[in-house]
C-alpha cells in the first residue's frame, strides 16, 4: 500500500497531465500571488510531489497545487484514509497543530482560528468519519463538544494519583495491623482495600470507556462498563445494578444525546440486562429508577424515529413509566413521582402529537395533565429550573392540543401555552441561561404564530405574529449556524411560518415579499434538517414549504401561479415519502388533503 505522499503525487501528476499544463504552469496558476523567483522551486517540489519523493506533504505546498487541479478535499480525505501511513499522517499533522498553536487543548480553545485543513486534522483525530465532507459550522459544532470531553477526560486521568494514595495508605494501616496482631483490624482493612481498589478499577474503566467515547466507539464504552459494573458483585450482589443504573446509563446516553449513533441504544441495553424481578424484590426503588430511564431512553429513541419503529419505542417507553410508578407513589416517594410523570409526559405528547383524530387529542389531553401532577411537586421555589423545563414541556402539548381544538376552546389552550412559556422565561433569563432562553423563545414564537392565526381583531393579529417573528429573531442571537445547526434550523423553521402567515395576511409587493422570505428560512432549514439525518423534521420542513409556495400561487400579487404550485406539489410529495397513514396519521392527513387541493388548483389552470 503506497504512503499518502505517493498517492496525492500521482493524483496531481494525472489531474495535472489531463489539463495538459507543465509543471511550470502550474507552479505559476497555484503560486500567481508569490513572487515570480520562487516558481522554480516550487517546480521541483511539485517534481518531488510526482515522483513519491514527499514523505510529509505540507497543507500550505500541496493545497494550492489541489485548488487549481480540482482535487477536493474530499478527495485528499480519501487519499489519506486509504494510506498506507494513515496513522503517521494524521500524528504528523497533529503534531504540527501542536507546535503552532502551544497544545492540542489550546488548539481545541481555538477553533474558531483554526485553517480547514486543521478543524479535519482534529475532527479525524476524534474519529470524525468523512470530515471532508461536512461543513464547517459542522466539524465546529462536533469539536466543540469533544473539547469540553478531553477536557473531563484529562482532568480525570490528573486525579488518578490521588486514589493510588488512598490505597497506599490503607495497605500501610494493614501492615500496621499484622504487625500488631490485630487480626480483626486487619480483616476490616483488607475489605476495605478491596473496595478502594475496585472502585480505582472502575474509575479507570470509566476513563477507557470516555476514551473510546471520545473516539466514537460506543460498543467498545458500553463492553468496558459492562465489566466494570460486574466487578462490584464481589462486594455486593447489588452494585452492579447501581452501576449501571445510576452512573453508567448516563454516560453512553449523554454521548447518544450529544453525537447520534448507537449511544443511546448502548445505555438501554446497560439497563435491561439488570432490570430482573430479582432486583425489584432486593431493591424496589433501584429497579424503579432503572425502569424510569429506561422510559427516557425509549423515548429519546422514539422521538427520533419515524414509522413502526418510533411507534414501538415510545410505547415501550410509555409501558417503563408505567412500572415505575407502581413503585414510585406520590406518598411513598414524592419527587421520584414527579419525575416519572414527567418522563411520561414527554412520551405522551410525542405520541399524541403523532396521531390523528380522537385518540390523538386524548394523548395530547393526557399529556397536560400528567405535566401539571409534575408541578404539583416542583414549585418555583423549591425546584426552579425543573418547573421552568415542565412550563415548556407543558407550553408545548397545550399549543399541539389547541391546534386540533376548534372555536374558543382551542384559542384558550393556545393562550395558555403562550403564558407556560412567559411564565418558563422568568426562570430562564438570557444572561443566566442563554441556550434555555433562546430554546423557550422559539417555542414561544410558534405559540404566538398560532395565537394570531386565532385572532380575529386585524391589528391584534399582526401585532402577535410580529411577536412571534421576534422571538425567532431573539432566539437565532443564540442559535447561530456555526454554534447550533439543528436548533438555528428548527428556529429558521419557525421563522419561515411567521413570515408565511404574515405574508398571506398583506397585500402587494410586502406580502410577496414576506411569503419569499418564508421560503428562504425553509430552504435554510433544509441545509441542515436533512431526511437521513432528521427524518420526521425534514418531512414537515417540506409540508412547510408547500404551504408556502401555495400561499405565494394564491397571492394578490402573484402573475405565475403554476411555477409556486408545482413546486408546492413537489414538496408535498416529498413529504408523503416519510409520513405514513400508521404511524403518523396527522400529518399523513394533513399532507394528503393538501397535496389533493394542489393537484386541484393546478388542473383547473388547464382547464380553458
Known sequence: MPSFGELLGSEICEAREALGWTQLVLAEKAFEEENPDTWDQYVRRIGDYENGRVKRPQVKVYQPLCDVLGITRRRIGELKAKAADAKSVSDYDIAALRAEKGSLEQALSDLRTLSRSQLETLAGRFEYARAYDATDGALIEFLTEKARDYRALKAEVNAIEDGLKRLSNLKSAARAAIDAGDLDEVEEILSRVQEVELDEAAKTAELRANNALLRGRTEQAFRILSAAADSFAAIDPIEPARKRILSYFAILRGHGLRYGGTGIQFSIDMLTECLTAELRQANAWLWAAGQNWLAVGKSNQGSRADGPTGTRLLAQAKVASGKA????????FPLDWAIAQTNLATTLEIQGSRTNGPEGASLLAQAVATFRNALEVYSPDAYPMDWALIQNNLAIALHDQGRRTVGSAGADLIAQSVAAHRAALKVRTRDAFPVLWAETQNNLATALQDQGVRTDDLAGAADLLAQAAAACRDALLVFTPDAFPVDWAITQNNLGSALKIQGRRTNGPAGAHLLAQAVDAYSKALDVLTRDSHAVQWAKTQNNLTLAQAARAGHDSCTEPRVHLEA???????????????????????????KTRIEAKLAALDTP
Open 325 to 332: 410508578l407502581e413503585v414510585f407513589t406520590r406518598d411513598t
Open 568 to 594: 408546492a406539489l413537489t414538496h408535498v410529495t416529498a413529504a408523503l415519502e416519510v409520513f405514513d397513514p400508521e404511524h403518523t396519521s396527522y400529518e399523513f392527513g394533513q399532507c394528503t388533503e393538501l
